[in-house]
């Protein structure tokens, strides 16, 4: 039969930001996948060179909109490397919560989102509804829902007000119960079992060859999380389990996803508890129009909801980075996986694979 | 968790929330009242805003510009200038950075996020009763002290303890080092109102930034484009610039004038000296007399000489600089840096005639013959007349006859002046209290203790003084009696015991003429055996002829010229305290006016 040319995104319910694919099937089966980046025309990498420290922060949210914080905070970590600074106790447990938070609201967002490529669609309303939920949460603490621009280097911009830890606290009460549904309404469903098990294998071999991490390889076996790994900020007096399995398939793999959003939940109320007093920002010297970075280069790195996100920093002491780059935690499954791991697979099971490996087009079309 | 189990009925799972509310809310059919914290449309207090134009510089998506409003105007004494925020709402970002560094704190976030119109144009606005909100919504986000963007206390700045400074005459403020100058121009947001206000217009944010990035042959580069005396103005300039200093609204000032100070104190000599005389030109041809070597005679010298002519400066004491050789005393402006100036002025070019009186060794008559243009610097070195009882008594001084005799004793140019174990300064200005803090100084070095009071009509917060002369005297034990008046100087046995004060209810007139009202029930009287008066000073004009004293035209003690400083004869120019004063920074802009005005009309004779 004569093979087909279709295009896969940049716009399609199954792409996550403007990304496309260009497939070659026989059938219904892709023969070869090119993934075509460039329709973002974002650039930035280049863009964060020519703004000072303190605006990029309102740049790099926009790296992966659906979990912003990632970014914001990474970056801080980055340049409070380089300066140097040790950031009030305080605002390292408000980081940890506004992390774990961004976390659960794209798993949401992901385990729901699976609904658009196998025809579920009470799950992504309700992803995006209890979503929502957690975006007042972000418009209390930080003045908006989806570009916090909250975490800065030397802390965070505003303290987080006692009625509204009492309030996340309610918010994880009720999304504990609605979890219950979740799993009842998506991983019970037989054309869910149906669609995913099986789907979209991920072989160990390849995992590590491409140097996928997060979700990817947790679901080989591996337990790695940047967050044990390497803890940063406060991972390392929280208890939490990582979870992992053994076998790769696009059903494991989203349910990875939905099994870490207790841990999340877990970690945000020991954090609410443990919280200390105190200041939640120290500053570089000057006002910020005048800030600069020592001299130096770093790479700073922390556990996104898709993997190992990493920025590396090179100042040269100006009061802009000379270089910025960024690791996004999707890149090996969005470029080489999707060369290289489609063929093989049905048309259908194209969208299934994006969702499940967690692509997120900007990060690494950057 | 329990382990998922193909559930046949799982898909009806949704059924029940049917009828249920849905968590989102049609905005905006509906009303949704946004968090405390949002960050919605701006708003600007109209009054408040000085135009600093800092939102814009922070702004990370160039969403803000800074527009000149008509119907404003560039205010350097409120320290406002004429522009004002204008916000593209297709461009922001709404990260409120520009509300954190706002330096009046005027620049709000409301709670109003709600807009709509087919018109794009409406979502570029300035922010004012006329803007999409009507500037008047609920405030929404707030600064804070962790999320303000400015620095808002000054790098402190060393000096001697009071103790210590009040028994010599050794400058005390030591001066920035490297690090703390750099850390103090990092406060700075190059906002450019201190230019608009400093009489000279120095090019203040751009030499603070050349500190900043620690390139001093730039920053040394910017004082002499507009001021040939910044070792002196680094020292006791009266800082106009730090009154309206942007980050001074919410914080301290930045300090501009110890940073100065740090340029010309650091900068290599051999570097410092290579970019003063690079501004030397060859190309005029003129030849111009100056007669007083003070500051606006040393900076019209100066500026002339850039401009390449020929320029004599005539000076009758010994020693150049005017009033801050022979007014300013030590601890405040050493010797050494006003001659680290006047020696680059006089290395471009500049032929210094010292001890030489116009009027008696020259006539000015002579100089017009012998120059193209003549240029009148001589100043306000007069002492005024107190003209109560008991003030022709000998051991009433006044401050312009004491003070030259204090400097010259502190360079061993004269004996120590006599000064008595218990003193009364009348007056309240900076010269008064240079005087009063001289007084400390001799008495300590001659009786170990000392005993000065300064009286003043006005009041003790509205002393004319700088602040910081009025705190730093009292730390040395100045005592101030602020609003009384002299009323006469009792003398008994023929020493002066007493001075007899009234209670000053007002100073002046309704038409804000000098006219002081006295309540003469309420009195006070302050022992002291010596009276110092340092009520102003006077113009002298003996050395000029009566034929061009009549030419000229006269405004109070002072002569009239237009901007650029021309009297109403077109050779002779003049500048400085008979024009113009208070004080040296004004001096330096009036030279370098007339510098530029010399130039032209010499052009013009071609």
Known sequence: MKEVKLFHGPNHPGMHGNFSVHLTVDGDTVVSARPNPGMLHRGFEKLMERRSWIQNIALIPRICVPEPDINEAVYSMGVEALAGMEIPERAKYIRVIVLEIARIMIHLMSVGGIGGPTGLYTAPNW??????????IFEKLTGHRIYHMYIVPGGVRQDIPADLLKEIEEK????????????????DHPIIHKRLKGTAPLPKELALAWGITGIGIRSNGFDYDIRKYDPYLVYDKLS???????????????????????????????????MPAGKVRIKLPGNALKWKVPKGAVYSRLESSRGEYGYYMVSDGGLTPYRVHVRGASYPQGLYGVEAGLPGTRLEDVAVWLDTMGVCAPEFDR | MKE?????????????????????????????????????????????????????????????????????????VEGKTDERPVIDYGRCCWCAFCVDICTTGSLKMSKDYVFI?????????IPDEEGINHNQPEEGYQRNEETDLLELERRPMEQAPAEERKSSFM???????????????????????CTNTCPAHMNIPEYINAVFEDDLKEASDYLYKTNPLPAVCGRVCTHKCEDVCSIAHRGEAVSIRWLKRYIVDNTPDKTYEDVVMSTVSRKGEGKVAIVGAGPAGLAAAYYLRTLGHAVTVYEEK????????????????????????????????????????????????????????????????DPRDLGVPGSEHADVINAMDFLPRVTDYIRGAGKQPDVHEHAVVIGGGNVAYDVARSVVRLQMERYGQSDVKVCALECVKELPADLEEVEEGSEEGVKVYGGWGPKEIIIEDGKIVRLDLVKC?????????FSPDFDEELTLSIEGSQVFVSIGQAPDYRYLPESIQNQLEFKGPRIRVDEGGRTSLEWLFAGGDIVKGPDIITAVANGHEAAKSIDAYLESKK
């Open chain 1, 127 to 136: 992803g995006i509804a209890d979503r929502d939920l957690f975006l007042d």
């Open chain 1, 172 to 187: 994880l009460d009720n999304l504990e119960k609605r979890l219950v549904e979740y799993r009842e309404l998506i991983f």
């Open chain 1, 240 to 274: 939490f389990d990582v979870p992992v399995c053994d076998e790769s398939d696009a059903y494991s793999r989203l349910m990875l996803k939905f099994r870490e959003i207790p841990q999340s939940m877990r970690i945000i109320r020991q954090a609410i508890a443990d």
């Open chain 2, 4 to 76: 998922p189990k193909i559930n046949l009925l799982s898909p009806l799972k949704g059924v029940k929330y049917l009828f249920k509310k849905p968590v989102t809310l049609n905005v905006p059919k509906e009303e949704r009242e946004a968090a405390d914290r949002y960050r919605g449309f701006h708003t600007n207090d109209w009054e408040t805003c000085i135009g600093c134009g800092s939102c814009s510089e922070i702004c990370p998506t160039s969403a803000i510009s800074m527009e000149k409003v008509p119907g404003l105007e560039i205010d350097p």
């Open chain 2, 117 to 125: 119109d087919p018109n794009p144009d409406k979502f570029i606005y």
């Open chain 2, 171 to 193: 400058e005390y403020v030591k001066g920035f080092s490297k690090e703390e100058a750099m850390r103090e121009a990092a406060r700075c947001v190059e906002c450019g109102i």
């Open chain 2, 318 to 381: 010994p020693l150049p600089g005017g009033v801050m050789r022979y007014g300013i005393p030590r601890y405040r402006l050493p010797d050494e840096a006003l001659d680290k100036d006047v020696s680059l002025i006089e290395k471009t070019g500049v032929e210094l005639l010292t001890g030489t009186r116009v009027g008696r060794d020259i006539t000015l008559e002579e100089l017009h013959e012998k120059y193209d243009a003549v240029f009148l610097s001589t100043g306000f070195m």
């Open chain 2, 505 to 513: 209810l007002s100073i002046f007139d309704e038409n804000g003429r």
